[in-house]
């Protein structure tokens, strides 16, 4: 898909495996997941283990995080009096653990981006989640919502990556604009050699576009009667779209979005001082903190005189397996993670990634301020990713449509196109 960032989350580890998924579970061949977004902990790597059959209990994660966990859940499991076993999947971890489950060889616990619940509740292979009664004093509440499907809690959120305007001050005067256009004036008189490093590409980004889109009035689901998002009531083609892809075509026209930015190099343009300003998320940190760049770090603004700029928010978190063979194992285990920020703060030291937790956020807000304001401005201005599996039908037409948008194409016309294509798919 066209999603390129750096997730730290693995906002999508599935890609063209969620057809896989679909068809291992359920009928509807039309459920890919928003999988494909980044990817970046999910690459490379041999096949799944097959669950060690020794343990007490079994969690499988992608690198990053398998690393973070070892420690802490092997502390856990002493002072329990359990043998914990932390195994790595490289490649395809949703596609694997799927699988696996239905084998009846899979982990107890999972680590996972908050998109993939649909596809996972849609192939039984997670099983609902008590949380604390206190949940909501001591977690963000964007998390939280992240981890209800159907109304159903489904796990226990770890940490949250979203979009967030990163300003280079010595090319801008305005590091933290209120409006978009103020953004474009001041990047404009600032002299760079961009305005804005905004991931386009030839082929489109709708992640990367979705504060813009959403700012200009476009949605991609409505929400039923419950708030559950609905995939009859698609927003692409309609027209708050079409007034997104009008804004599109102006910035096009202007030079300020240009499809020559990518994923592969919207940040180096940015700490290489070639532009003004960066829409990115966490991911961007430690490359900007590398160049040592004088940064302000702030909510991306919206339309002067329009909607909020609404980007995405992506939340981590652990699953429990259906069927995995210590399920009371998993679920004390979940229950103590969620209980406290112990485990959250001893895989920070080993893999730095915005917490959800409220209290670790304020602790770190001196040590890692950026960290813990990319949580804060998730919890303030970001939606949660849909997890419906519809939202794989979205991210290809959508992003194509608005590359070509900014590259002249009739902003009504293309966004009808896109939201057909789209129906087509998910009707």
């Given at each position: ?29 039309d459920s890919s997941n928003a999988s494909d977004a980044g990817a970046a902990s999910d690459g490379g790597g ?238 961007a940190i430690a490359d900007i903190k590398k160049a040592k760049i004088d940064v302000a770090l702030s909510a ?14 992506g939340v981590n978190g652990f699953y429990a397996a259906a069927n995995g063979k210590n399920a009371g194992n ?98």
């Amino acid at each position: 898909m066209l999603i390129r960032r750096k997730s730290f989350l693995a906002l999508g580890a599935a890609g063209a495996s969620a057809a896989l998924l679909s068809a291992c579970g359920s009928s509807d061949s039309d459920s890919s997941n928003a999988s494909d977004a980044g990817a970046a902990s999910d690459g490379g790597g041999d096949a799944a283990p097959q669950a060690d059959a020794s343990a007490d209990l079994v969690i499988w994660a992608d690198e990053a995080k398998a690393t973070a966990l070892k420690e802490p859940t092997e502390k856990w499991g002493t002072d329990n009096g359990l043998k914990v076993a932390v195994q790595t999947v490289a490649n395809d971890l949703q596609t694997s653990f799927v699988t696996a489950n239905q084998a009846g060889n899979g982990p107890d616990i999972v680590m996972g981006a908050h998109d993939w619940i649909g596809n996972l509740v849609q192939n039984g292979a997670i099983s609902t989640v008590q949380l604390p009664a206190d949940a909501e004093d001591t977690t963000l509440s964007v998390a939280l919502d992240a981890m209800q499907y159907n109304g159903q809690t489904y796990g226990v959120p770890y940490a949250v990556e979203t979009l967030v305007l990163f300003a280079n001050k010595k090319l801008t005067n305005v590091p933290e604009p209120s409006t978009f256009e103020e953004l474009v004036e001041a990047g404009t008189a600032g002299g760079a050699d961009n305005v804005l490093s905004l991931p386009v590409g030839e082929e489109g980004d709708a992640y990367h576009m979705e504060p813009l889109y959403t700012s200009a009035g476009g949605y991609l689901f409505g929400k039923d009667s419950e708030g559950a998002y609905d995939p009859k009531d698609l927003g692409v083609g309609k027209e708050g779209s079409i007034a997104a892809g009008e804004k599109m075509k102006e910035l096009g026209k202007k030079g300020v979005l240009k499809t020559s930015i990518t994923g592969d190099n919207a940040i180096s343009l940015f700490t290489d001082g070639k532009s003004a300003y960066l829409i990115s998320g966490p991911w961007a940190i430690a490359d900007i903190k590398k160049a040592k760049i004088d940064v302000a770090l702030s909510a991306v603004p919206g339309f002067e005189g329009m909607d909020k700029a609404v980007p995405f928010a992506g939340v981590n978190g652990f699953y429990a397996a259906a069927n995995g063979k210590n399920a009371g194992n998993a679920q004390t285990f979940l229950a103590d993670v969620a209980g406290t920020a112990d485990l959250a703060k001893a895989m920070f030291a080993k893999n730095e990634l915005p917490p959800v937790n409220k209290d670790l956020q304020k602790e770190l807000a001196s040590d890692h301020p950026e960290m813990a304001k990319v949580a804060g401005l998730a919890e303030k201005n970001a939606d949660p990713m849909p997890a419906i599996p519809a939202m794989g039908e979205v991210w290809k037409p959508l992003g194509q449509a608005q590359a070509n948008i900014i590259g002249g194409a009739d902003p009504k016309s293309t966004m009808e196109s896109a939201g057909k294509q789209i129906s087509s798919k998910v009707s």
